[in-house]
């Protein structure tokens, strides 16, 4: 009896925790010309492995500050890579002076302001802040 309580018990954590999470976006300007974009080239994007969308406009990636819920969520979804691995990658990177993590804001309003305003900036957000300034070009 207690081992079924426990099964319960954990499966109904599972699922709380698992609707916790913000659903994540990944958005450009409403006046950018990319329409979709795949989970591997928002991941070359981000890891600064390319600097252009498909279309060959410059793309700047736009992340939320490192630690915060959308970003872990985010990098886990799209990256598929912890928080120690994405350190541990950008510390090679910076030190082989192949690249340079992308520029950071504090949440997702200012994801929103930045990219609402640059045809170039990508990004990600709580699809619930999203508004006809800038569209979905991806959702996980």
Known sequence: MKQIKAFFL???LLFTSYSAQAEIVVVVSAQSTVEHLDKNK???IFLGKTDTFPNGIQSVPIEQAEGTKAYEEFHHLVTEKSMSQLN????????SGKGHPSKEVSNGAEVLKLIAANPSMIGYLEK???DDKIKVVFAP
């Open 10 to 12: 954990a499966v109904t």
């Open 42 to 44: 928002i991941a070359a």
């Open 88 to 95: 541990a990658y950008w510390s090679k990177m910076v030190f």
């Open 128 to 130: 619930s802040l999203v």
